[in-house]
């Protein structure tokens, strides 16, 4: 492309083992967005086997204390590390500043105490396992028998779609004690390089610290990836999201180097014919129905993109109403107007926009939002805060569109989760939400159909006599 | 089965009977009659005629196409004032294959049809939809009713329809007669014509075949795959098959069983072909007509060194016409060398085009692509919402999306924005000593995240010559 460039190269700084370093080497992005990278030093970006981690022998309960005083200090934010990661953030991040200002906001409480413990708690039955051997109750062979949960070396790719993805993982990271690589991802450059900084600012030189390292890289670039993805550095690979990246990260995927997938996925939402009972609840549903497609500006894996509607399609049409009336709306994770839709998905609903009465639309392309009723799904990928409603003749029916690419199905009323709940697991899904909380994640459950900490741990048996 | 083919002069005819286009576009489009001087006009006199040719065309087609009158509202263009206000109002090639696949699947006619005269100028109300039996069995019903619509697949195996009318269909095949061999020769019914496709089917290479025929072939003297006809119903149920699987509907055996019927197909296909490829090679010092894909050169390649036949033992009169992508094969880098060499001192003749498009870009001697001067050619920024400017030019070119505005069309929209990625050269003068500005030989397609790969009928014909679930 030749296009002229129209804006300044950002500086994008790097973490090496809770040093932070800057200075623009090398050159990346599209030619209005650039930016540039401290020169990559393979050899900085690995902690050799020979020795263990930092932190691996570091009591968890320190740790946490650490993630704790990180938390208080980014809501202080004493050296604007946080302000400054959000203004350029808002300048390259896809999202609308007010939703990475409204995310960063909730940053400091990824960092909670009671959160961190609880996760600890229900993964791995408390901090024992983590920071030592546990003695396993007496075998029925009558050998005894000690596990310990030892700290992982890891590269995660993560997502960048969303700036608390970066403080899950590091949250994450830190708890499991291990050395871990982070690939920034080039949608979110500045929210983990600037996490890692405030925990070296309240323990510089902290195990926890140095037991981060994060960098960018074009993802897939062989000359890195070849000589880093290896199990002589790394037991696992956490990659998220995308195709592209899991199917570059297959290529590396070998015995003793596991891949920790978490895997595109699509959402939706199934409401029963009981919100037609009156108005109020009609509304109420709605409501929460929009904010599940509108979460992340419909960007994340969680935000609805299909609903399945109980009804007549004369009631459908009426909840649509209601939908789409409630797009409109500022929340925490979506802005009121949103942003005009591409090109793309404008030409797929002009496509089927004249088909009443097989299809009808609500909306238009300025952003706030579209609302797509039909009998069948649609077959294009609803994006940039499009939900397509389905009019199906009962929840049970709509099981069938439920598949193994499906994470949240948020049900309402909730008391038809019971009765689903089975069916949806068996097509596939990993998660079934009360409609309206898609985002709520909860630490300590499991995440993406599994539990992660578990996930991330290397377990390792002393067997026989102590 | 109806034949799919016109009778010889067919076309014609119909061209004699047909309105003509409103000045400004006819003038434009009648120009491909004398291409020496259509493709040697300087720019700023073509631009001029285009500019009110798209007003035109615009001002007529906003009250019949309901999508046009929307994008126009949406950009808020009440009249084509300049190049830019054409860029809104360019259509995605997905926008063709917009319909729900259930109403392929469950059979209802009625509702494709109501969904296909959304794109369209002509009332399709006329077309008689009773007891249709396929896809196939609709299509010729819209024929029959002189709606002439042609299907594309991409990668996804869901179908693309695309409507024009028989005077539109006409005027492509003139547009191909003048144009498609400038500047090396201009056609004459004189050759042979080898096409390593079906002369009998609804997309564009076919179309691109029967034109062939007309503008070049020997009486009776045309050679194609005609053992199966291309069937669109096969195609979609590609697409069925893909929903099964993703669905969890399709046992493991069934995939096996279509697989392997996929494969057999492609085996008997490839009988063909070579059976063709002999007849071909046995006729090779007459001077012939080929058309055939590039991954289709080079088997006939293959076959030649088998049979001893040298590089360069072609008539010298032969006129040469390879085309189409490569996705998926598996041919060496250089494949395009090593087709030209084995067919030494022969006619080659190439244009850039899509299914979309109408009215080809011949090459010239130079390599380059000109446009003709019923073609609108818009060189776009990446993400398709705005023309580049002739200051964001580096070296004198501009490098972009393409997407374009085809005058001819009365049967539908003819502003299309394309996957394509080309460089345009801003000089007044091509290297061949023509008018420019024109387009270098580099075009290459956008690589969209997640974007299936479109250019239509290389898809569909490659079942022809390899098997399976396409990739």
Redesign the interface.
């Known amino acids: 492309m030749n296009v002229a460039s129209s804006s300044d190269v950002q500086s994008v700084g790097h973490v090496i083992k809770g040093e932070f370093i800057e200075g623009g080497v090398e050159a990346y992005g599209s030619p209005l967005r650039r930016f540039a990278t401290p020169a990559l030093h393979l050899n900085d970006l690995v902690w050799p086997r020979s020795e263990p981690g930092p932190a691996f022998e570091t009591p968890l309960a320190e740790i946490i204390d650490v993630l704790v005083e990180t938390g208080k200090w980014l809501a202080r934010d004493p050296d604007g590390f946080a302000a400054d990661a959000l203004e350029r953030s808002a300048v390259s991040s896809p999202l609308p500043r007010r939703v990475v200002e409204r995310s960063y906001a909730l940053l400091p409480a990824q960092f909670d105490r009671a959160q961190l413990e609880y996760q600890v708690e229900r993964e791995l039955g408390g901090p024992v396992i983590l920071d030592g051997w546990r003695e396993m109750p007496v075998a029925p062979s009558g050998r005894v028998h000690s596990v310990r949960a030892f700290p992982p070396r890891i590269v995660h790719i993560i997502a960048g779609n969303a700036p608390l993805a970066s403080a899950l993982t590091i949250c994450w990271g830190a708890l499991t004690k291990g050395v871990h690589l982070l690939k920034l991802p080039s949608n979110d450059l500045f929210t983990a390089t600037m996490l890692l900084r405030a925990i070296s600012a309240v323990a510089p030189g902290h195990p926890t610290a140095r037991s981060f390292t994060a960098a960018y890289w074009r993802g897939g670039d062989e000359s890195v990836e070849g000589m880093l993805f290896q199990p002589q550095y790394f037991d696992k690979l956490a990659a998220w999201g995308g195709e592209t990246t899991l199917r570059s990260a297959k290529n590396y995927i070998g015995p003793g180097f596991e891949l920790v997938a978490f895997d595109p996925k699509t959402s939706i939402s199934f409401i029963g014919n009981e919100i037609f009972a009156d108005e109020e609840i009609l509304q109420n549903a709605a409501d929460r129905a929009a904010t599940d497609g509108t979460v992340v500006e419909q960007q994340a894996c969680a935000s609805s993109r299909f609903q399945f509607l109980e009804g007549t399609v004369e009631q459908a049409d009426r909840y649509c109403e209601a939908l789409y009336a409630h797009m409109g709306v500022e929340r925490t994770f979506c802005t009121a107007e949103g942003r005009p839709l591409d090109r793309e998905m404008r030409d797929e609903i002009n496509g089927i926009r004249y088909m009443e009465p097989y299809y009808r639309v609500w909306g238009d392309y300025d952003g706030k939002g579209v609302v797509i009723r039909s009998e069948e799904p649609v077959e294009f990928h609803p994006d940039g805060r499009v939900i397509n409603v389905v009019v199906v003749p009962s929840l049970e029916e709509a099981v069938q569109y439920a598949n193994v690419a499906t994470q949240t199905v948020g049900v309402f009323p909730p008391e038809r989760k019971k009765s689903l709940r089975n069916a949806l697991a068996n097509a596939g899904v990993q998660r079934i939400v009360t409609l309206g909380s898609a985002i709520a994640v909860e630490r300590g459950l499991p995440h993406d159909g599994f539990y992660p900490l578990t996930r991330f741990m290397r377990w390792v048996n002393d067997e026989g006599e102590p | 089965m109806n034949s799919f083919t016109d009778s010889r002069g067919a076309q014609e005819r119909s061209l004699e009977q047909a309105k003509p286009l409103p000045p400004a576009r006819n003038r434009l489009v009648e120009m491909c009659e004398e291409p020496d001087i259509a493709f040697n006009t300087p720019a700023a006199i073509l631009d001029a005629l285009r500019l009110e040719a798209a007003r035109e065309l615009f001002n007529e087609r906003v009250e019949q196409i309901?999508?046009i009158a929307?994008?126009a509202a949406?950009a808020e263009i009440s009249e084509i004032k300049s190049f830019d206000d054409l860029v809104p109002l360019l259509?995605?090639h997905?926008?063709?294959?917009?319909?729900?696949?259930?109403f392929v699947d469950k059979g209802r006619w009625d509702?494709m049809l109501?969904?296909l005269q959304?794109l369209s100028v002509a009332d399709l109300s006329g077309v008689d939809c009773t007891d249709v039996k396929d896809v196939d069995d609709w299509l010729s019903r819209l024929w029959a009713a002189g709606h002439s619509v042609l299907c594309t697949s991409g990668s996804s195996g869901?179908v693309s329809f695309l409507t024009h009318t028989m005077a539109d269909r006409a005027r492509k095949t003139r547009h191909l007669r003048w144009t498609q061999a400038w500047p090396f020769t201009k056609p004459s019914s004189n050759r042979p014509i080898f096409w390593f496709g079906p002369m009998v089917g609804r997309n564009s290479a076919v179309e691109m075949g029967v034109s062939n025929e007309e503008n070049w072939g020997l009486p009776g003297q045309a050679h194609a795959l005609d053992q199966q006809p291309l069937r669109i119903a096969d195609v979609s149920r590609t697409a069925a098959m893909r929903t099964r699987i993703?669905?969890?509907l399709a046992p493991p055996s069934e995939i096996a069983e279509f697989e392997k019927e996929q494969a057999n197909k492609a085996a008997a296909g490839k009988a063909e072909v070579d059976v063709l490829i002999d007849r071909m090679l046995d006729m090779r010092h007459q001077p012939l007509f080929i058309f055939g894909l590039w991954a289709q050169h080079f088997m006939v390649r293959e076959r030649a060194r088998v049979r001893g036949i040298p590089d360069g033992d072609f008539n010298s009169e032969t006129v040469l016409f390879p085309a189409g992508g490569i996705k998926g094969l598996d041919l060496p880098e250089d494949y395009r060398e090593k087709i030209t060499a084995f067919y030494g001192n022969v006619i080659q003749i190439g244009t850039y085009g899509m299914t979309e498009m109408a009215q080809l870009m011949p090459r010239c001697e130079a390599k380059c692509y000109h446009a003709p001067p019923g073609l609108i050619l818009l060189i776009l920024?990446?993400?398709?919402?705005r023309l580049?400017r002739p200051d964001?030019?580096?070296d004198g070119?501009?490098?972009?999306r393409i997407g374009f505005l085809d005058l001819l069309y009365e049967g539908r929209w003819g502003g299309l924005?394309s996957g394509d990625m080309a460089t345009l050269d801003l000089s007044e003068g091509c290297a061949c000593g023509r008018a420019g500005p024109v387009l270098l030989d580099t075009i290459g397609r956008y690589a969209l995240?997640?974007e299936e790969d479109h250019i239509g009928c290389a898809g569909t014909i490659d079942a022809y010559v390899r098997g399976g679930l396409p990739a």
């Open positions: 309901p999508i929307k994008l949406d259509l995605a997905t926008v063709y294959k917009s319909y729900p696949q259930q509702a109501k969904w959304t869901k993703a669905k969890g920024d990446q993400t398709g919402e580049l964001e030019a580096v070119k501009l490098t972009g924005i995240q997640g």
